[in-house]
């Protein structure tokens, strides 16, 4: 049984900075994604940052880039997501998703087999004042 376990959450003021994790077990797939999505009251949810099992190519959101950094380590089975320069916008929940992704994916974010992902429950990020 597939497991991620999200942590690092919590509240922050602007400029500050939150590193997120996530411990995965039992999954089992040789080509994968695995990354960050948030989700913010009244909005879709969004892919934040991801991961490409096979060159480890990584994908950010224009919205976060040069302030977010995704980093996995497979020894231990973790990704970390390194927030930097949070902004008020950042607040969401943050989500864990490890799925199915071919070697010749381009949109290392998209899931094209949601229905095989595995998701963790969440860790509120709350960037405020």
């Known amino acids: 049984q597939v497991q991620l376990v999200e942590s690092g959450g919590g509240l922050v003021q602007p400029g500050g900075s939150l590193r997120l994790s996530c411990a995965v077990s039992?999954?089992?797939?040789?080509?994968?994604?695995i990354g960050w999505f948030r989700q913010a009251p009244g909005k879709e949810r969004e892919g934040v940052s991801c991961?490409?099992?096979?060159?480890?190519?990584?994908y950010y959101a224009d919205s976060v880039k040069g302030r977010f950094t995704i980093s996995r380590d497979n020894s231990v089975n973790t990704v970390w997501l390194q927030m930097n320069s949070l902004k008020p916008e950042d607040t969401a929940v943050y989500y864990c998703?490890?799925?199915?992704?071919?070697?010749?994916?381009?949109?290392?974010?998209?899931?094209?087999?949601?229905?095989?992902?595995?998701w963790g429950q969440g860790t509120q990020v709350t960037v405020s004042s």
């Open positions: 998703a490890a799925f199915p992704l071919p070697p010749s994916a381009k949109a290392i974010c998209l899931m094209t087999r949601p229905d095989f992902a595995s």
């Open positions: 991961i490409k099992s096979s060159d480890s190519s990584t």
């Open positions: 039992g999954f089992t797939s040789k080509f994968y994604g």
